[in-house]
């Protein structure tokens, strides 16, 4: 590679069915290490799967490198490379240990997050810290745009990290985290993406960048499901500052507005019919005759 370090083989998880037709796809990095001519495994399970430890130990790696992977690795195969397992993870730890350091991040209303580089132990993102960089969340950036960030600086900070690493020979000078410190970011359920109306504005704006690609924000309207894909906090109009959380509170051309809890509301600027694509929302005003008055949810 660029950087001297060579990719002795790639493992990645299995291809899996896709998109709205479910065509089955496979993974960005499987793609990426195929046109590079480098080996790749997609191994179902890992943990008890004597074929991959058995390709770990023929490979016999310096240091394995884990980004992004979405499974504990076995407490054997963190024995195997001479430096250890070394994981790339999307956020400041201990802050935001876990599946989805990236949405979590931003759907709690964070404005500071980042990288870090730490040599793994048989736990959940708790291994001693290498390095770290920071870098600002913009106000209206969503997990994918962040997401896509970090990977650059995750694999930038990498390259200058592996070389400390080899002069410590493994974990002698990494620093360990303080576990009175941590939080948590749990995998995603759909059932996140549901709004409560009674949340702040402020909450259900951060939310909808945060939740997307998957599970979304969602709610509903005259039965039909919709995702909210844009939306931002703004001033309960004056003369419905009473009004019910999730009523439909003003109304124009290219967006429309709803009273949240707190006398907050969100304006709703780009949203996704359930089966339909992603438009503006005065296409959804005039398609669904949207008025002032209306619940939404």
């Known amino acids: 590679?660029?950087?001297?370090?060579?990719?002795?083989?790639?493992?990645?998880?299995?291809?899996?069915?896709?998109?709205?037709?479910?065509?089955?796809?496979?993974?960005?990095?499987?793609?990426?290490?195929?046109?590079?001519?480098?080996?790749?495994?997609?191994?179902?399970?890992?943990?008890?799967?004597?074929?991959?430890?058995?390709a770990f130990q023929s490979i016999a790696p310096d240091a394995c490198v884990v980004a992004a992977y979405g499974k504990i690795l076995p407490e054997w195969l963190l024995q195997i490379p001479r430096l250890g397992c070394i994981n790339v993870h999307s956020s400041l730890l201990p802050k935001y240990r876990g599946a989805a350091p990236v949405n979590w991040a931003i759907a709690n209303g964070e404005r500071?997050?980042?990288v870090t580089i730490m040599q793994m132990d048989p736990g959940m993102d708790t291994g001693p810290i290498w390095t770290q960089q920071a870098t600002e969340i913009g106000p209206e950036e969503t997990a994918p745009e962040l997401s896509e960030r970090l990977s650059?600086?995750?694999?930038?900070?990498?390259?200058?990290?592996?070389?400390?690493?080899?002069?410590?020979?493994?974990?002698?000078?990494?620093?360990?985290?303080n576990d009175a410190e941590a939080t948590y970011a749990p995998i995603?359920?759909?059932?996140?993406?549901?709004?409560?109306?009674?949340?702040?504005?402020?909450t259900l704006a951060n939310r909808v960048r945060g939740f997307q690609p998957w599970p979304g924000?969602?709610?509903?309207?005259?039965?039909?499901?919709?995702?909210?894909?844009?939306?931002?906090?703004?001033?309960?109009?004056?003369?419905?500052?009473?009004?019910?959380?999730?009523?439909?509170?003003?109304?124009?051309?290219?967006a429309f507005t709803v009273a949240c809890g707190g006398n907050s509301a969100l304006r709703i600027e780009e949203l996704q019919v359930e089966g339909k694509r992603r438009s503006g929302a005065r296409d959804f005003i005039n398609g669904m005759r949207v008025e002032v008055g209306v619940r939404i949810g």
Do not use: C
Not at 154 to 166: K, Q
Not at 221 to 249: H, Q, Y
């Open 1 to 54: 590679m660029r950087d001297g370090h060579g990719v002795a083989a790639v493992f990645t998880q299995p291809d899996k069915p896709a998109g709205r037709g479910g065509k089955v796809q496979s993974p960005a990095v499987k793609m990426v290490a195929a046109s590079h001519g480098m080996p790749v495994y997609q191994p179902a399970k890992i943990k008890n799967n004597e074929e991959v430890r058995e």
């Open 152 to 177: 650059e600086m995750g694999a930038n900070l990498l390259s200058t990290t592996l070389p400390l690493i080899e002069q410590g020979g493994g974990g002698g000078v990494a620093t360990p985290q």
């Open 217 to 254: 924000s969602y709610t509903s309207f005259k039965d039909v499901r919709i995702i909210i894909w844009r939306a931002v906090e703004v001033a309960l109009p004056a003369e419905t500052s009473s009004a019910t959380p999730g009523t439909i509170a003003s109304l124009d051309k290219s």
């Open 112 to 114: 500071v997050t980042g």
């Open 188 to 202: 995603l359920k759909r059932e996140h993406g549901k709004i409560d109306w009674n949340e702040r504005a402020a």
